[in-house]
């Protein structure tokens, strides 16, 4: 009964525009989107095109022992009906590849009432021979995306099936609250906009064992590698992940936004080689959108 209350749960929530989706929030950092929070698709032509930097990568929740401190950039190209097409480029911060992660991607924006809108796409990621961050243990992801506007809050559960190397099935759950300023900052075309947001994530954790099967020889370097004998982790078991906490602070332009966001991240039922603790992340990001 308890999957079935959270099937009903998704079928009356969904995201707001495809800009939404140069963020990555399911794989880089799992922060939400710095854009306005309007629920609105535009059905125009656009390209909105963006770039980021975080203080470490996360991945549905979870870190690898060491920190990887990034930036992207990425670019969307949005149709008049609704569909949009998506690529991104990622660059860890402190190593010598030109290039660690590309994504390439697509999807469909729908938005049936004024409150309820949503998105479907699929991801599919690109990684450098080293595979150093932990999504590199997959490389497709379907993804489903749902919002419902409450008015006190926004409520967005996500879905993620993601298969390659390992398969795993992940749920987010954010409840998050939108205001902006009433006064401007330097004219009467700018403002401030702020997002505060609590969410959960649900999932399996078999990308655990395979990144560290895949990184067995670094993790033995550095005495954490616990796949072995007499090991047994139910990684396929749907379990609690993460719970998480985020305020971001956007300032905002006709055609651009700068969101500098704080997240404070719980990981729970950490299993295997990942012994996750309890960490703030910082991220940076900007972007442009032509019509």
């Keep these: 009964m308890k999957y079935l209350r959270i099937l ?17 929030d399911h794989i880089f950092d799992h922060t939400e ?10 059905r125009k032509r656009s390209i909105s095109v963006g770039v980021n930097y975080g203080s470490d990568a996360m991945f549905f929740g979870r870190v690898a022992q060491i920190t990887y401190p990034y ?11 609704g569909f949009f097409a998506y690529g991104s480029a990622l660059r860890l911060i402190g190593y010598n590849t030109s ?23 699929y991801n599919r990621f690109i990684f450098n021979k080293e595979e150093r961050i932990i999504e590199s243990a997959t490389s497709n992801d379907v993804n489903w995306k749902n919002s419902y506007d409450w008015g006190p809050v926004k409520s967005t559960v996500t879905l993620d099936y993601l298969f390659g190397k390992s398969s795993d099935f992940f749920m987010t759950v954010t ?53 072995g004998p007499g090991t047994n982790f139910n990684n396929g078991r749907l379990n609690m992940l993460n719970y998480s906490f985020k305020l971001p602070v956007a300032y905002n332009r006709p055609h651009y936004t700068f969101e ?9 039922n950490v299993e295997g080689a990942l012994q996750n603790k309890h960490e703030s992340f910082i991220n940076a990001s ?5 019509y």
């Design 8 to 24: 009903i749960l998704i079928a009356i929530c969904s995201p707001a525009s495809a800009a939404e989706l140069l963020r990555y």
């Design 33 to 42: 989107p710095a854009v306005k929070d309007t629920d609105a698709i535009i």
């Design 71 to 81: 930036y992207s950039a990425d670019v969307v190209y949005n149709f008049k009906s």
């Design 99 to 121: 290039v660690d992660e590309i994504d390439l991607g697509g999807g469909y924006l729908y938005h049936p009432t004024k409150k309820f809108s949503g998105a479907i796409s």
């Design 175 to 227: 409840h998050s609250k939108y205001f902006e300023t009433k006064w401007n900052v330097f004219d009467d075309k700018d403002y401030l906009s702020f997002n505060p947001g609590f969410s959960f994530i649900m999932g399996t954790q078999n990308f655990v064992e395979r990144y560290s099967l895949d990184n067995e020889t670094r993790l033995n370097a550095m005495n954490i590698y616990r796949f």
């Design 260 to 268: 500098l966001a704080y997240k404070y991240s719980i990981p729970v």
């Design 286 to 290: 900007f972007f442009y959108i032509f």
